[in-house]
């Protein structure tokens, strides 16, 4: 069975964007504007996507 996973880009810069948040980019993986990573489907990913959803754009 295929694991599920997330495509995530980046899609506004963290430059005014809280430290807090700025980590948790970072621990997606996402270095610069535009960047795509593709993430496994768990609910601590799904958590870090939502807190940050400002800054990303996702696709299923």
């Known amino acids: 069975m295929a694991e599920k996973t997330l495509k995530v880009k980046l899609v506004k810069s963290v430059i005014g964007a809280r430290e ?25 990913v799904r958590g870090m996507i939502q807190q940050v959803s400002y800054l990303l754009k996702c696709e299923g």
């Open 20 to 44: 807090s948040h700025r980590a948790t980019v970072r621990g997606l993986g996402l270095r610069k504007l535009n960047h795509i990573v593709e993430l496994e489907d768990t609910p601590a």
